[in-house]
């Protein structure tokens, strides 16, 4: 869903009801972006608060999501630093030529201001 924000009840029966058990709030967009940059993207999604539809909980507060966040930026540091340790030199993944057949404007048809101002982006595709 469209973050940050919370869930009203009903919404939260809904999403229930489709057999939803998480609710993430921060992937589309950042997704779709570092596709169309070309760059590789893993989401590391760390869980904040119980939807107001859990009767075994308390009302999820500010305080709880605050100090749930700060303990999430330290295993999320923690995480990140032992995958930089594993990440190979070489990029063979898919997404490094996602722009290859993507872009359908010739290229002769594109500005050069344009093709200069997205040149970190394009400008291996735009020769």
């Known amino acids: 869903m469209e973050g940050p924000q919370f869930s009203t009840l009903a919404e939260s029966r809904l999403y229930r009801s489709w057999g939803m058990d998480v609710i993430g709030m921060t992937n589309l967009q950042e997704a779709k972006l570092a596709r169309e940059a070309e760059i590789c993207y893993a989401t590391l ?38 995958a930089i340790d594993r990440l190979g030199h070489a990029r063979t993944c898919a997404c490094k030529d996602a722009l290859a057949t993507a872009i359908i404007t010739q290229a002769g048809l594109v500005p050069e201001q344009t093709k200069k101002e997205l040149a970190p982006i394009i400008g291996k595709h735009m020769k």
């Open 45 to 82: 999604a760390l869980v904040t608060d119980y939807d107001c539809w859990h009767p075994d909980h308390d009302s999820v507060t500010v305080d709880l999501i605050i100090a749930n966040l700060l303990q999430n930026a330290t295993t999320a540091q923690k995480t990140i630093a032992a």
